[in-house]
């Protein structure tokens, strides 16, 4: 049986046994927070339970490296749409340690998706389109500075409300341990 099967079949047990019910929530965080943070699969538990945050408090956006250099790409629209369709005061960037993205090279990672079957020509033929793929597949060098320039990016933003306040945070993904690094729009 496959990942994928076993995954259909534990799906169809839990709505059967109505497993579901203690999840249930309406679509309004109930602490009015966003958290934008890193897809680290070490985090899927552990970052909600160091925070103390259950189903249907938070929004939770998760993206590589927990961090966005684009004020117009996907995860600033997130944000943008729960600063303004949910209302959210607080954004929260949670960067982590020990992160996949620090350092992570676009020539590097180019190579693998060329060995992983990828024609070089189609690389290329984004580029020619005016994609800059060398400048979406970069990492960071520190994750601190990471997290600082991802909230000055979300505070400066000219269609964040105000009234939103964007803190920044690092967590360990071994013990939970937040540290802080940046608080703004204290109103």
Avoid: W
């Avoid at 109930?30 to 934008?36: G, H, Q, T």
């Avoid at 998760?62 to 995860?75: H, L, S």
Wanted: include cysteine; glycine fraction near 8%; charged fraction near 25%.
């Amino acid at each position: 049986m496959s990942q994928v099967e076993q995954i259909l079949e534990f799906n169809k047990a839990f709505v059967e046994n109505k497993e579901y019910e203690p999840y249930q929530t309406t679509v309004y965080p109930d602490r009015s927070m966003a958290i934008l943070t890193c897809m680290d699969s070490r985090l899927i538990e552990l970052l909600p339970k160091a925070l103390g945050i259950k189903n249907g408090e938070v929004k939770l956006i998760k993206t590589a490296g927990g961090f966005t250099t684009d004020p117009y790409g996907g995860e600033m629209r997130s944000l943008l749409v729960t600063a303004h369709l949910f209302k959210i005061g607080d954004i929260l960037i949670i960067g982590h340690e020990d992160c996949g993205m620090e350092g992570l090279e676009p020539d590097a990672l180019i190579e693998k998706m060329v060995a992983n079957g990828i024609e070089p020509t189609e690389i290329d033929k984004l580029e020619t389109d005016g994609v800059d793929v060398k400048g979406r597949l970069c990492g960071f060098e520190d994750v601190d500075d990471a997290v600082r320039a991802t909230v000055k990016l979300v505070e400066e933003h000219p269609l964040m409300p105000k009234d939103v306040r964007v803190h920044g945070f690092v967590i360990s993904p071994v013990t939970g341990a937040l540290r802080t690094l940046a608080s703004t729009r204290v109103v």
